[in-house]
C-alpha cells in the first residue's frame, strides 16, 4: 500500500474536477485499512473515504486522508433452493456486480443496472432506478468503525433507508468505512421459484414495448434500462458529470393540488405517505435551465437533472450552478429541491 501526499483527485471523480487530497491511498484489504490507521498521521486527520467518485463534488483540496475503498470480491455466502445471499466487496464495480448475477439468473438487481459507481457506496445513497431501490434487496452490509477499528454489521433496520438516502448520510457519515455488501437474490433457475419483474415504471415499459420484449427475462429488463439510460445520461468519459444532481421532490397533496391547477400538464406520482412526487428534471425543465450553458458548467441537454462540466470548471462553478437552479425553482414553484451528490 502507497500513501501519497498532495494527490490529485482529478481521475477519481466522474465530473473531472481539479482537487487535492492532503494524503491519499488506495486499500484492498481490511488489513491494508488497518495498516493505514495505524500511521501516526492518520487519527489526527479529516478522513474521506471515496468509492466510484459518480456522487460526489469536490469544491475544494480536502485537507485531510482521502481513502480509495478497492475491496474486491463476489461470493455465495449461503443460498436455498430459491435465494441466494450474494456477498460482494465494497471496491467491486455496482455495475458489474449487476451483470454477475444476472449471468447467474439471479433476479433482483436488473432495474438497477448501468448504475456507476462501487457497491461499497450504494447502501449510503440506497440508489435507485426504473421502480427498484437498493433495499429492495438487501441483507446486510459489514463495516468496520474508523475510530476504532471494530468490525460491525448492519441489517436494513439499522440503515434506515429513504429515498436516495440512509444514516450513513447523516447521524454516521464518516464513521464507518463499508467493507462488503450482502444481497438476498432470488433463484430463477430454480423450478419452484416465484418472481415479479418490476416493469411496471412507465418509461421501462414503454422501452420493454419498442423493443418488442414479450417474454421478459433478466436480461431484457436490463438491456432495457441500459438503453434507457444510454439515451437520457451522458458518458463521464465524454463530458463530466455526476449523473441526476437532485433528488425528485415529494410534495404535500394540498401544494400540488394548487401546481396542478397552474400546470395541469405536471408530470406527478402519489406516494404511499400521501405526498406527491414531482420530476425534479421537468421543474428545471421549466425554469428554462435545460440545455442553458453557464460558463464552463451547465445543465445537460438530453436531461436537465444532470449538470455537466464542459471542461475546466471548478467544484465552486458547480456548486453555483446547483444553487441558482435551485433558487429559480424555488420562485417559480415554491418547491426546494435538495442535491443527490455529496458535497465536500
Known amino acids: 500500500m502507497k500513501i501519497e501526499q498532495n494527490y490529485s483527485l482529478k481521475s477519481l471523480n466522474t465530473l473531472g474536477l481539479e482537487a487535492a487530497a492532503k494524503y491519499f491511498a488506495e486499500i484492498h484489504?481490511?488489513?491494508e485499512f488497518q495498516e493505514l490507521a495505524g500511521d501516526k498521521r492518520f487519527p489526527r486527520e479529516k478522513k474521506l473515504i471515496l468509492g466510484g467518485g459518480s456522487n460526489i463534488l469536490l469544491t475544494k483540496d480536502f485537507y485531510g486522508w482521502v481513502v480509495k475503498?478497492?475491496?474486491?470480491g463476489v461470493s455465495v455466502a449461503n443460498e436455498t433452493a430459491t435465494e441466494v445471499i450474494v456477498k460482494a466487496g465494497a471496491g467491486e464495480r455496482w455495475h458489474d456486480l449487476v451483470m454477475g448475477c444476472i449471468e447467474k439468473n439471479y433476479g433482483g438487481l436488473e432495474n438497477l443496472s448501468l448504475i456507476p459507481g462501487l457497491t461499497g457506496a450504494a447502501p449510503l445513497q440506497n440508489i435507485g432506478a426504473y421502480g427498484a431501490e437498493l433495499k429492495d434487496t438487501f441483507h446486510e452490509l459489514e463495516a468496520l468503525e474508523i475510530r476504532s477499528l471494530?468490525?460491525?454489521k448492519f441489517r436494513a433496520r439499522d440503515c434506515a433507508f429513504g429515498y436516495r438516502d440512509s444514516v450513513f448520510k447523516h447521524k454516521l457519515q464518516g464513521q464507518f468505512l463499508i467493507t462488503s455488501v450482502s444481497f438476498k437474490l432470488t433463484k430463477l433457475s430454480a423450478p419452484a421459484a416465484h418472481y415479479h419483474f418490476r416493469t411496471e415504471y412507465g418509461e421501462l415499459r414503454r422501452t420493454l414495448e419498442e423493443m418488442k420484449i414479450h417474454d421478459l427475462?433478466?436480461?431484457?429488463?436490463?438491456?432495457?434500462v441500459c438503453q434507457i439510460r444510454r439515451a437520457k445520461l451522458p458518458d463521464p468519459k465524454e463530458i463530466g458529470n455526476a449523473g441526476s444532481f437532485f433528488k425528485n421532490p415529494s410534495i404535500p397533496h394540498t401544494q400540488f393540488k394548487l401546481l396542478a391547477a397552474e400546470h395541469p400538464k405536471m408530470p406527478h406520482y402519489p406516494q404511499p405517505d400521501g405526498t406527491v412526487k414531482i420530476p425534479a428534471g421537468w421543474l428545471i425543465e421549466q425554469c428554462g435551465w435545460k440545455g442553458k450553458k453557464v460558463g464552463r458548467t451547465g445543465s445537460h441537454k438530453m436531461q436537465a437533472l444532470v449538470l455537466v462540466?464542459?471542461?475546466g470548471a471548478t467544484g465552486q462553478e458547480i456548486l453555483d450552478l446547483s444553487n441558482a437552479i435551485t433558487r429559480s425553482v424555488k420562485e417559480t414553484f415554491g418547491i426546494e429541491l435538495s442535491p443527490e451528490v455529496n458535497i465536500v
Open 29 to 31: 484489504s481490511i488489513e
Open 150 to 152: 471494530t468490525p460491525v
Open 309 to 311: 462540466n464542459y471542461g
Open 217 to 224: 427475462s433478466l436480461k431484457a429488463v436490463s438491456d432495457a
Open 69 to 72: 475503498n478497492a475491496i474486491p
